[in-house]
Every structure is written in structure tokens, then in C-alpha cells.
């Protein structure tokens, strides 16, 4: 395949790994992530999925490349994990400053390694019999950005409305989102025990 041929062919897929009807597991964790941002934070936010967006991508290419091998049981308990202690993250904490900013960075980073192993092993094989391995992940990795940026701007058009429509203390929406999204990650954990 030519170069642009592969990205047209890959960038559909990471897209529909973020906006699909079965990625409920990834829009939990980007609606836990982004919970206590509004609009006007926007350049926060996209710091923030831009780390998980780089955590996701080197796990895809650490396991094409055969580098990196996880059971995909235990990544996929892990994501709902991931999950759970990113709306804990969000319900303890009092404000957005920099110190929580950097915490969600640091966190989207390093979970984005999580989840990225959670769907390297459906498109390992794909990748792995591609010609042109770096024009595939940048492919996919450009649909996974486009659909988080998607999902995250609707997702801050209803933090916005809320907030400021509905006039509900900003800390209330965050807390609701994060319980919310705790809530759905215990239930996916549950469903995911019976793996073993």
C-alpha cells in the first residue's frame, strides 16, 4: 500500500476505537479524564489526551514490534481499573491548577499504556503484515486524536451547559461525572472477573 493510501485505510479504525458504540470502556475513562475541565481549559485538556494518545501509541508499536506481550485478560480488567482511579482522582481533587493538571497528564500517560494494550492485540497482526508499519500507526493514531477530539469537544459543550446554564457549581459537575464514570468502571470489573 502507498503511504496514503495506509492512512486513509487505518485512520478509520483508530476513530471508530474512540467513537463506536463498543469503545464505552475509552469514552468512561476520556469523560473521568476530562470531568473537571470546561471550555475554556481546552489547552489543558488536549495536553492531556495528547499524553494518552502517546502512551497509547507506544504500546501499539512496542507490540507489534514484539517488544511488549501482556495477557489481554489482565489488560482488560485493568482498563475499567484505570478508570476507577481516574474518577477517584477527579472526586478528590479541589481545582484545576498545576498540580492536578500535571497529575492528570502523568496519569493519561501512563494509562494510555494500558489501553493501548488492550487493542494492540487486534491490530498487532494487521500492523505486523503491513509494508508500511510507521504509515499505519500514524494512521490509526491520527483517527484515535480526531475521535478523542470529537468526544471531548461535545463533552465540554455539555460541561459548559451545565455549569453555566444550569448555573451548577463547577465542583458538582466534576464530582457527578467522576461518580458516574466510577460507577460504570465497577460495573465493567465486574463483568471482566468473569475472564478468569
Known amino acids: 500500500m502507498q503511504a496514503m493510501e495506509t492512512l ?13 458504540w463498543d469503545a464505552l470502556d475509552h469514552q468512561a475513562f476520556l469523560a473521568a479524564m476530562g470531568a473537571c475541565f470546561l471550555l475554556s481549559d481546552w ?3 488536549l ?46 481533587g479541589r481545582s ?5 493538571t500535571l497529575l492528570l497528564y502523568s496519569s493519561a500517560l501512563l494509562f494510555g499504556f494500558i489501553h493501548g494494550m488492550g487493542f494492540a492485540n487486534n491490530i498487532r497482526f494487521m500492523l505486523a503484515q503491513d509494508q508500511s508499519l510507521g504509515w499505519g500507526l500514524l494512521g490509526f493514531n491520527l483517527g484515535l486524536e480526531a475521535g478523542q477530539l470529537v468526544f471531548m ?7 459548559q451547559g451545565v455549569v453555566r446554564g444550569l448555573t451548577l457549581e463547577r465542583q458538582k459537575w466534576t464530582q457527578s461525572v467522576a461518580l458516574i464514570t466510577f460507577g460504570l468502571s465497577i460495573y465493567m470489573i465486574a463483568q471482566r ?3 478468569f
Open 8 to 20: 486513509q485505510f487505518y485512520f478509520p479504525i483508530g476513530w471508530e476505537h474512540i467513537l463506536s
Open 43 to 45: 489547552k489543558k485538556l
Open 47 to 92: 495536553m492531556v489526551i495528547t499524553a494518552f494518545t502517546v502512551g497509547h501509541s507506544l504500546t501499539l508499536a512496542l507490540s507489534v514490534l514484539s517488544v511488549l506481550s501482556v495477557n489481554s485478560k489482565w489488560v482488560e480488567l485493568l482498563i475499567p481499573v484505570t478508570i476507577a482511579l481516574t474518577a477517584l482522582q477527579q472526586w478528590w
Open 96 to 100: 484545576l491548577d498545576r498540580s492536578k
Open 153 to 159: 469537544t461535545l463533552f465540554l459543550l455539555l460541561a
Open 193 to 195: 472477573i468473569d475472564f
